[in-house]
């Protein structure tokens, strides 16, 4: 039996919700004050608490403390007409998982409190397992880890036996497999759940400052350093952090972060104490850090040291049977109601055709332009055609002798103006020069069909932002509609 308070002074709200859960497993009660609301809270063991922000005698914010300390293991639902982004923030500051603006549809008020009931779950069995929720509960902006394979199963198992331990993990995987979204499941079902959860893409800052943002400075460390600043390391202190693609950190910070991983402790740029460091290390990359290591730009001690433990997440094209069940989820999440309009086989078949090679994102985002293109429709093959639309057997044809004419002229020094650029690791340099060629009419192209709308180009090729923004600027890419 689950036991859900709502507090609130409206009893039409009061009474809606006792209609919407009440059932033989799910017994609502109602106050409609905070005092009323917390001496509910002293008197029963509460599941879920749906909280009103604005009530007769007290704020709702002022509330969600002492309803913690009383009802440690409710989850709490804040509810409100004045949605301003600062009480948002305030509430979910204080632990609110979710936030209902007034007037809500009863069908998002029941969505979240499911969410909310199945946030208290334990990890199921590998055999029964489908949905892996990450930190912080679903939303439409944070997707679950959906999938059936059994290659997903086995990575559910896998999250379940490690979570709660303190081990450094490795998830390796494309772009676009959903490497962020494993680590947010492993934080929410670890003891440090409740603690500080810290996400860095080292490519994001100057590689100069590196050291100095993750693990903080002393005054005069260095030039314009006036006052001593910690590191994103002492934010997550008891917590977590991830070091998103791990391969493009300098190896100064490697050196730091071995140091972190073998003697739980750092220094700030420019001192010499040494300071403890409580914090789980989380690492992900879609590049061959073993070739890294070979290449000298990547510590093998610390590879050992960072992947304790290693998850490979599959590629979507190796997991074709996940195609369906995460097609419905991202039409839910997008609004589309699958009951009233249906989803035609024809679809499903065409997208497990499709490559993906930018994966679970690729997938996610046809949906949802699938969505807007129908318009309250029941949806047809036609939404996904630029989804579902290949390379022609042509064009792949014709690239490819291309590129492997322009390989082996390069190889036999044919061609001689990348004969004359080849250094003494020509497969290094030749790589570099390829992509030197190639990535700029890639991102050119893009941009130009996004109307230079970065953030839906980086979705699109399935790129972090951060790295993206990296890449234009190296190659001198500007666009006037920035965004």
């Known amino acids: ?42 008197q029963n063991p509460i599941d879920l608490i749906l909280l009103d922000i604005r009530l ?58 499911q969410r909310a009931f199945e946030l208290q779950q334990p990890l199921t069995s590998p055999e029964s397992s489908q949905v892996l929720l990450p930190a912080g509960g679903e939303t439409n902006r944070t997707p679950a880890l959906v999938g059936q394979s059994s290659a997903m199963q086995k990575l559910f198992h896998q999250i379940a036996l490690i979570a709660d331990s303190d081990l450094s993990v490795l998830i390796v995987g494309e772009t676009g497999t959903g490497k962020e979204l494993v680590a947010q499941a492993i934080v929410r079902h670890s003891r440090r759940r409740d603690r500080p959860f810290i996400g860095v893409a080292p490519v994001a800052y100057n590689p100069d400052l590196l050291e100095s943002e993750l693990f903080g400075h002393v005054r005069g460390a260095f030039t314009g350093a006036e006052q001593s600043r910690p590191g994103l390391f002492e934010a997550a202190m008891g917590g977590t952090i ?44 879609n590049s061959d850090l073993r070739e890294a290591v070979r290449a000298g730009r990547f510590r093998e001690d610390l590879l050992y040291r960072i992947g304790a433990v290693v998850l490979e997440l599959p590629p979507l094209r190796d997991r074709r049977e996940d195609i369906e069940p995460l097609v419905k989820h991202f039409l839910q999440q997008s609004g589309y109601d699958i009951q009233r309009y249906g989803l035609a086989p024809a679809i499903i078949e065409s997208l497990q055709r499709r490559p993906w090679p930018g994966n679970v994102r690729e997938l996610r985002n046809a949906v949802q332009r699938a969505v807007v293109m129908a318009r309250q429709r029941a949806l047809v093959p036609n939404d996904f055609e630029f989804a579902t639309r290949p390379t022609t057997p042509d064009q792949e044809a014709t690239l490819t002798r291309a590129i492997q004419s322009w390989v082996e002229d390069a190889l036999t020094l044919k061609d001689t103006s990348a ?3 080849l250094p003494a690791n020509p497969g290094e340099r030749l790589y570099d020069r390829f992509m030197a060629l190639a990535e700029p009419i890639l991102f050119r192209t893009v941009l130009e069909s996004l109307n230079g709308n970065r953030s839906a180009a980086a979705d699109l090729l399935g790129l972090h932002r951060a790295t993206l923004r990296e890449r234009l600027s190296r190659y001198g890419i500007d666009d006037s509609n920035r965004r």
Request: one cysteine or more.
């Open 1 to 42: 039996m689950k036991t859900v308070l709502v507090i609130d002074d409206e009893p039409t709200i009061c009474w809606g919700f006792q209609n919407l859960l009440g059932t033989d497993d799910v017994s609502v009660l109602v106050a409609g004050s905070g005092e009323a609301g917390l001496e509910l809270a002293r």
């Open 56 to 113: 007769p005698d007290v704020s709702g914010l002022d509330l969600i403390e002492p309803l913690k300390a009383i009802a440690p293991q409710a989850s709490i639902i804040a509810m409100t007409a004045h949605g301003e982004l600062e009480i948002a923030v305030e509430a979910v500051n204080k632990g609110v998982i979710d936030y209902l603006h007034k007037p809500f549809r009863l069908a998002d008020a029941l969505a979240a409190c």
């Open 242 to 285: 991830l070091l998103d693609e791990i391969g493009d950190l300098p190896l100064g910070a490697q050196v730091k972060l071995l140091r972190v991983l073998e003697q739980k402790s750092f220094s700030r740029v420019g001192e010499t104490e040494t300071r403890p460091c409580d914090v789980r290390v989380l690492a992900a990359t």
């Open 419 to 421: 004969a004359t650029t």
